[in-house]
């Protein structure tokens, strides 16, 4: 069956380190790969996408990295801030659809 | 734009009872998704809509929940009859034209069957 696995444990960083986080998915070919962001009480909101033929992808402090061959995309966060605090997931589309496919997520704590 | 808008942020019900949710997308997005998010399942899609015809609704979990879009600026999800287990946060989120297009989220409906 199709999954898509993020680490359910939260993730504890002290500010100004590089917190990474993960993404597998299995039995998937996806064209493209999005994070996003999920502060309580709030939906997601769209970070990055990286489509198949990208390696690497910047925005200021974020950088995801996306290999089809290990089947995993990682998203790191540079200097992070406690306002990094949040939720992440990772959303994969079904190949030549518009059917978006969310992970369960992994919540950062950034502490000061 | 407002950005996608969902109506009641909250709702609390008695079991059995019908509950409809609805959901405005942005303006000129052509694709609609419903989602459903819980502790244990994370966020599930219930059923998405491509120029308003229903695509995909395999993660509808059973015959209680229906989702209709009557036209490009309106969608509704119904959940009748309402059971306990029904419990979640309801979003319900748009796209633009073609793949590889963010999705934007409404904030959510906090439905709660008693």
């Known amino acids: 069956s199709q999954k898509i696995e993020q680490n359910s444990e939260a993730l504890n960083i002290q500010e100004g380190k590089t917190a990474t986080l993960t993404c597998n998915y299995t039995?998937?070919?996806?064209?493209?790969l999005q994070w996003y962001r999920q502060d309580p009480g709030r939906g997601p909101v769209f970070l990055l996408l990286?489509?198949?033929?990208?390696k690497e992808k910047r925005k200021e402090r974020l950088k995801v990295t996306f290999d089809t061959t290990l089947k995993q995309s990682l998203f790191h966060i540079t200097a992070s801030q406690p306002a990094d605090s949040a939720t992440y997931l990772c959303?994969?589309?079904?190949?030549?659809?518009?059917?978006?496919?969310f992970g369960t997520g992994t919540r950062l704590q950034v502490f000061p | 734009d407002a950005g996608v808008i969902q109506s009641p942020r909250h709702e609390v019900t008695e079991m059995g009872q019908e509950v409809t949710l609805r959901c405005k997308p942005i303006?000129?997005?052509?694709?609609l998704f419903w989602y459903r998010q819980t502790m244990m399942r994370g966020l599930e899609l219930l059923i998405y809509?491509?120029?308003?015809?229903?695509?995909?609704d395999s993660g509808m979990p059973e015959d209680r929940f229906s989702a209709k879009m009557p036209n490009a600026s309106f969608s509704t999800l119904k959940i009748q009859p309402s059971e306990p287990r029904d419990s979640a946060v309801y979003f319900c989120?748009?796209?633009?034209?073609?793949?590889?297009?963010?999705?934007?989220f409404g904030q959510g409906t906090r439905l709660t069957v008693v």
């Open positions: 989120a748009s796209s633009g034209t073609g793949m590889n297009t963010e999705a934007f």
């Open positions: 039995n998937y070919s996806p064209a493209y």
């Open positions: 990286i489509r198949e033929n990208e």
């Open positions: 959303a994969l589309d079904r190949l030549n659809t518009d059917k978006l496919i």
């Open positions: 303006s000129g997005h052509n694709s």
């Open positions: 809509f491509n120029n308003n015809v229903p695509i995909d």
